[in-house]
């Protein structure tokens, strides 16, 4: 299988906009993605895919590889298809461009669900992490995802799921975190499928996949890492750099 790494990267971020050009400790964190990216060892080439020419203009200052995307897209899979239409690969990794603390455990894991996948069951696969805060269950920032006896995801959502109506009932909690690894063609059709409601209305494009009967298999993992969203996360980033 040939493997290959897209950072999908936004200057104008709603809740932060400019954040993958925050500086964090001395490098912006779209480049500390993209490093820690490219350490994995696991991709044939990593590519940060952009809008923006601050962006890109910064990706290639440090000797990174970068593509402009031609059209205005909704979402980073968006984004990705277009970039990876005409480039020769079996999966499609999508990085998130806030998440500098990218390592190879996680990843690793998630790409030996596809070895595994003889019958090409599995159209995606990601990461989820056990939460057990319950402010960050109840945060509509923090993306919680339940899944079935063999971790296929049933549903996204920024509410808590399972409501807990019986909090004896023994529910774990799991954070979607936001890296994907997708077969290329369920990637491409993506672009071609519309939104539906329940993507509309909770703002998370793993939805549009589950409406459509793609087959998203979960791995659990245990480290969190930070996902840079907010100014606040930026200084729990560069503490925990440190």
């Known amino acids: 299988m040939k493997i290959i790494s897209m950072i999908p990267a936004r200057y104008k971020a709603s809740r932060f906009p400019g954040k993958l050009m925050q500086d964090l400790e001395g490098k912006p964190v779209i480049i500390r993605t993209y490093e820690a990216t490219v350490a994995t060892g696991l991709f044939e080439e990593v590519y940060v895919v952009t809008d923006s020419e601050i962006i890109f203009n910064e990706v290639e200052k440090y000797g990174g590889k970068a593509i402009m995307s031609i059209k ?124 539906q409601f329940l993507e509309a209305t909770e703002k998370i494009e793993c939805i549009r996949y589950l409406e459509y009967g793609k087959r998203i298999k979960m791995v659990e993992t245990n480290i969190q890492g930070v996902e840079i969203d907010t100014p606040e996360d930026l200084d729990r980033a560069k503490k925990l750099w440190k």
């Open 72 to 195: 205005q897209h909704e979402s980073g899979s968006d984004r990705i298809a277009e970039a990876v239409q005409d480039i020769d690969c079996d999966i499609v990794v999508n990085v998130q461009g806030d998440e500098p603390f990218t390592e190879r455990y996680s990843l690793k894991s998630v790409l030996s669900v596809f070895k595994d996948d003889v019958d090409n069951n599995i159209d995606l696969a990601s990461l989820m992490v056990e939460i057990t805060d319950w402010d960050e269950i109840t945060n509509p920032n923090t993306v919680k995802v339940i899944v079935d006896q063999h971790n296929f995801a049933l549903y996204f959502s920024r509410s808590p799921i399972p409501f807990p109506r019986d909090k004896e009932a023994g529910a774990r909690y799991f954070k979607h975190k936001g890296i994907y690894a997708f077969r290329k063609q369920a990637l491409l059709d993506f672009t071609v499928l519309p939104m």
